[in-house]
């Protein structure tokens, strides 16, 4: 937490002026939104090079939380941590064309065959290193679905944790307010700094790109991405040393390697059944009132209304 | 998540056009600002991968932000509190939404904060913009207001304005008057220089002014007491935050109706002159008007394409006779009809934008330095070739416009009277697009000059230099057979040396010109992606039938029948 107190001369008052910092974990995954007939292999996982790859739909509710806060908190740093190959940097591209300042791609090849729990460790250690107050998450990824990632996170670090959040009532150096969105309802709960947040998508959109942001990072690249680059970026980024994006890999992080990869991974997946769903589940109505009726007491009876 | 730019292959093809090299290097004067500002491109791909994304970040908020608005804009509209302008709430994250993504002050340079982006992907980003919201795109695309400014008024001026619009500050083009609409010579909206405050103070009503509640707006007046004609006009700059200014009433209109059109009345509010006295309406008008009418072209073809989608959508999912209504050829053919209009139209808009865009980086450079010879020959070509195409343009895509969204509702059958669907709405938002920033009829006024001075049958003739592949052979060999009646029949009209039937048939010259041009560019676009191709010799179809219709009226008139049509009009006049 960084506090400073300034003197405003003409009202001579003093103004506490805080800044935060914030990390926002956001993930590129498969859109598994508009699947085709190709979006599974034949074992049973996603076959990503079908799918195109997109920023996790919560994660961008997370990043939106992260400059709310930063609109009510002027001052405050949003930094990206991503996980991934090469390509994820587009992540950090994009989150910072929205607001963020600036990312970490958190990648190596150590990482591969990682489940949520050595995920959860590995990015642990890379906030650890990053420092914040507040550590934003996206509640799930739409490709595992496991939700587990935020509060493994949290665990490991020993920071509470705010699961399902929605909306910021209040945030100030040491503590904040969140509006939870529950099965049955809502909660409010109030927590000090350091935590965790998971945030669901019922949370506010985030806003667009901006052009002018756009247009400044559009040339950032990572080191490796650098390498496979046609344009010779050389005087560029002398000139524009902030272009250049920043690769965590697990000796920056002070990972142990026992716990990550595969032999950090106790999941192992057993066997994966596809649900099919039949023609015989669902009914075919059309809208003249005995058919609306049918649908009524089919409804009723099974109690999903009255 | 919707994206209407990455839905649309057709505005990345017009993006991608070869002209584009020379309008970019021209822009950004061979990319000298690169060094000074790091938003600037590097280089020509670089430069066309920045309007790309630009684009798509237009194409975003326009699917998700504006598009989901316009049923609650289009129903709550704004409303007038306190002799002010209260947008709808659908209205107010609009322009919040762009202003946030920087979207406002597009072609502005960028020592104003602007993104220095051409006609070209500006004008994209409008045709987007309508295509979401037709009365949405007035607030945010009467920013050219901005480049009036720009390109007229002085740094002082500049300075303190320019600036603004980036941060979303609106626009208003205050001209017409209840007297002066077609005929702003008529404005009497009085202009008076107070020596004790050294400022111009403003005094009169204006009406039907789009946003007219807008932060910054520049105000047509008569600043030479006496005078009568437009040459006692001058353009004014008027600063909300000045006071003196009042919005009287919102009009009630048909469609648009997110866009507040106001009555507005100005006394003795303070302003800055822009330019130079008397050059108001003569200059500075003229220019604004030409830009806007580009802007009413983006408007239609986008409104047209949201008609278009609606009803292929509807087509593919209504069945009667047991088949999907697409199946029937009184069906597609409307639909095929339909999306070739609204390809040809879309034609003709950006290669108008390019030849403005042309001669405005031109004009603008040689601010700064001398013009080579070449240069000043040039930039005339493409100014003369701009002020044909710009009424053609306006003419036909509003005309066209206004056919899709009718069409549109055709193919809903009932569901498209009801208000239920969007096709309802567009069809009246259309409905505007063939009035304001001058009338069809007008457009046909400026776009006659073309015809008679040779300018169409100029650009004509150079298209139909060009070498064509193979398969278009036949199509050129119509559209030459074709542009030799056209010769023909401009000669009939203009031999007889009589204005009064030269007006009579003026919009049909114009037409016949227009379809050989429109024809002829998507030639051009089939010369680039062969899936034009099938859209050339359908629009050759109807380009031909029309065009049949026009001479065929011509040749058979009898100059005595003119008469006739006179005693018509006199008579219901005087009922």
């Known amino acids: ?37 190709d979006a599974m292999k034949a074992d049973g996982t996603v076959n990503r090079g079908a799918l195109p ?34 390509r994820a940097a587009e992540i950090i591209r994009e989150s910072i064309y929205r607001g963020a300042d600036r990312g970490y791609l958190i990648t190596d090849r150590k990482f591969a065959g990682s489940d949520t729990l050595a995920t959860s460790y590995a990015i642990s250690m890379a906030v650890k290193k990053a420092n914040p107050d507040i550590v934003i998450a996206g509640r799930q990824a739409i490709d595992g679905d496991t939700a587990q990632v935020g509060p493994q996170v949290a665990e490991k670090l020993n920071w509470p944790q705010i699961t399902y959040a929605e909306e910021v009532i209040s945030v100030n150096s040491s503590t904040i307010v969140i509006k939870r969105r529950l099965e049955r309802g809502v909660e409010t709960v109030e927590c000090k700094t350091p935590v965790l947040i998971t945030v669901h998508s019922s949370a506010p959109e985030c ?86 009726e049918l649908l009524m007491v089919n409804l009723i009876s099974s109690h999903v209304v009255g | 998540m919707a994206n209407f730019y990455t839905d649309n292959d057709a505005l990345n093809f017009h993006l991608n056009h070869p002209l584009m090299e020379k309008i970019v290097r021209l822009k950004e004067d061979d990319f000298k600002e690169a060094k000074k500002y790091d938003q600037a491109p590097l280089d020509y791909e670089d430069a066309i991968d920045t309007y790309d994304k630009v ?4 194409g975003d908020i326009c699917g998700n932000i504006i598009g989901p608005n316009a049923e609650s804009v289009d129903q709550d509209g704004p409303q007038l ?54 009365g949405f795109a007035n607030i945010w695309g009467l920013q050219d207001c901005a480049e009036t400014l720009h390109e007229f008024a002085d740094e002082e001026i500049m300075q303190e304005f320019l600036p603004r619009i980036n941060k979303g500050e609106t626009m208003a083009m205050d001209l017409t008057e209840p007297d002066a609409g077609s005929d702003l010579q008529a404005v009497q909206l009085k202009a008076s220089f107070d020596e004790k405050s050294n400022r111009w103070l403003l005094n009169g009503v204006k009406r039907f002014i789009t946003n007219g509640d807008a932060d910054i707006s520049l105000v047509l007046a008569r600043s030479e007491e006496g005078t009568q004609d437009g040459r006692g006009l001058s353009l004014f700059v008027f600063d909300r935050k000045d006071g003196g200014m009042k919005v009287r009433r919102i009009e009630n209109k048909m469609g648009i109706k997110g866009s507040p059109t106001c009555e507005l009345v100005f006394k003795n509010a303070p ?22 009418r580009l802007g009413v072209g983006a408007q239609s073809v986008g409104i047209a394409d949201a008609a278009y989608r609606e009803a292929l959508k509807y087509a593919y999912e209504r069945e009667q006779f047991g088949k999907a209504i697409i199946k029937f050829p009184a069906v597609y053919e409307m639909l095929t009809s339909m999306r070739v209009r609204l390809e040809a139209s879309r034609s003709l808009l950006y290669e108008t934008c390019r030849y403005v865009d042309i001669y405005k980086a031109l004009s603008h450079i040689s601010t700064q330095r001398p013009l080579t010879p070449e240069e000043r020959n040039e930039m005339k070509y493409y100014q003369r070739t701009a002020d044909g195409f710009t009424p053609l343009l306006k003419l036909f895509s509003s005309e066209y416009c206004n056919q899709i969204t009718y069409d549109a509702i055709q193919i809903h059958g009932g569901t498209g009277f009801m208000k239920d669907f969007p096709v309802e709405r567009l069809y009246r938002d259309a409905r505007i697009t063939s009035i304001y920033e001058g009338t069809s009829q007008l457009q046909v006024v400026a776009a006659i ?56 048939h003026a919009r049909r010259l114009v037409e016949m010109a227009g379809y050989i041009i429109m024809t002829y560019l998507l030639v051009n676009d089939s ?39 006179k005693k018509e009009s006199f008579e219901s006049k005087t009922e």
């Not at chain 1, 939106?64 to 949003?78: R, Y």
């Not at chain 1, 890999?249 to 106790?266: F, M």
């Not at chain 2, 049958?457 to 150079?462: F, M, N, S, T």
Request: with cysteine.
């Open chain 2, 55 to 58: 684009l798509e970040i237009v």
């Open chain 2, 527 to 565: 010369m680039r992606d062969d899936k034009f191709e099938d859209s050339a010799r359908v629009f050759l179809n109807i380009a031909v039938s029309k065009f049949n219709e026009a001479e065929s009226y011509i040749q058979n008139f009898d100059i005595e029948d003119l008469a006739l049509y």
């Open chain 2, 449 to 504: 000059r073309a015809v008679i001075n040779g300018s169409y049958l100029k650009r004509i003739r150079e298209m139909e230099a060009v070498k064509v592949k193979p398969e278009l052979e036949g199509i050129k060999r119509q559209l030459v057979e074709l542009t030799a009646r056209y010769e023909l029949a401009v000669k009939s009209v203009t031999e007889l040396n009589d204005g009064e039937i030269l007006d009579f």
């Open chain 2, 271 to 292: 302003s800055k002159l822009v330019g130079d006295r008397k050059l108001g309406l003569i200059k500075y008008v003229m220019s604004l008007m030409n830009s806007a």
């Open chain 1, 207 to 292: 806003r667009a790109r901006n052009a002018s942001r756009m247009m400044t990072y559009k040339h950032a690249r990572t080191a490796t991405e650098l390498q496979e680059e046609v344009r010779d970026y050389t005087e560029l980024y002398n000139q524009r040393p902030y272009l250049e994006l920043e690769e965590w890999n697990v000796e920056t992080i002070n990972a142990d390697t026992n716990c990550l990869g595969l032999s950090g991974s106790p999941t192992k997946v057993k066997k994966i059944d596809n649900v099919v769903l039949q023609q015989k589940d669902s009914m075919v109505l059309t809208d003249s009132d005995k058919d609306v």
């Open chain 2, 81 to 134: 509190v306190n002799n002010e302008v209260i947008y709808a709430a659908g209205t107010k994250h609009n322009i919040d939404a762009l202003t946030q993504s920087g979207l406002f002050g597009m072609s502005l340079p960028r020592k104003y904060d602007g993104l220095n982006l051409p006609m070209v992907p500006y004008v994209m980003a409008a045709e987007l913009v309508s295509r979401a919201d037709g």
């Open chain 1, 53 to 86: 790859a997109i920023f996790n739909p919560e994660d961008l509710n997370a990043l939106e939380m992260a400059l709310t806060i930063k609109d009510k908190v002027p001052g405050t740093e949003i930094i990206i941590l991503t996980m991934g190959p090469s």
């Open chain 1, 1 to 37: 937490m960084y506090i400073c107190r300034s003197l405003l001369t003409k009202s001579n008052q003093y103004y506490l002026f805080m800044s935060l910092k914030i990390v926002v974990l956001a993930k590129q995954v498969p859109d598994t939104r508009n699947v085709g007939k």
